[in-house]
C-alpha cells in the first residue's frame, strides 16, 4: 500500500528556513496530486502548496513567494521548501497523495479528498 513519510520539520526562529520531504513508496502510477497541508492548534487543516504530474504547482496566497514546491525527478519524494518563516507558520505539517491528474488551486480547500497522508512533521517558528 502508499506509504507517506515527512520528515525536516523542527524549529527555526522567524526569517529562518526549513526544507521539509516527503517520501513516498508503494505508489505506482505515473498521474498524480501532491499536496502539502498544515493543521495548527485549533484551526482548520490548511492546504498549502499543490503539485501535480506536469509539473504545475499552486500556493495559498499566505505562503507566496516564501514556499516552493517540488519533486525529485529521480524519486518519489517531494519537498517544501520553506523561507522568511513567520510564527503564523508553525504547524504541523502533512503531504497527502492521490492518484488525480492535473490538480490545480482548488485542491488546497479538498484536503478531505485526499486518501493517502504522512504522519505529519511539527514545524515551529518563534
Known amino acids: 500500500h502508499v506509504q507517506l513519510v515527512e520528515s525536516g520539520g523542527g524549529s527555526v526562529q522567524a526569517g529562518g528556513s526549513l526544507a521539509l520531504s516527503c517520501a513516498i513508496s508503494?505508489?505506482?502510477?505515473?498521474?498524480?496530486?501532491m499536496g502539502w497541508f498544515r493543521q495548527s492548534a485549533g484551526k482548520v487543516r490548511e492546504g498549502v502548496a499543490i503539485?501535480?504530474?506536469?509539473?504545475?504547482?499552486n500556493y495559498a496566497d499566505s505562503v507566496k513567494g516564501r514556499f516552493t514546491i517540488s519533486k525529485d525527478n529521480g524519486q518519489i519524494i517531494f519537498y517544501l521548501q520553506m523561507s522568511s518563516l513567520k510564527p503564523e507558520d508553525t504547524a504541523v505539517y502533512y503531504c497527502?497523495?492521490?492518484?488525480?491528474?492535473?490538480?490545480?488551486?482548488?485542491?488546497?480547500?479538498?484536503?478531505?479528498?485526499?486518501?493517502?497522508w504522512g504522519q505529519g512533521t511539527q514545524v515551529t517558528v518563534s
Open positions: 503539485i501535480d504530474n506536469y509539473g504545475r504547482t
Open positions: 497527502a497523495l492521490d492518484r488525480w491528474s492535473a490538480c490545480g488551486a482548488d485542491y488546497l480547500s479538498r484536503s478531505i479528498d485526499f486518501r493517502n
Open positions: 508503494g505508489y505506482e502510477y505515473r498521474i498524480y496530486c
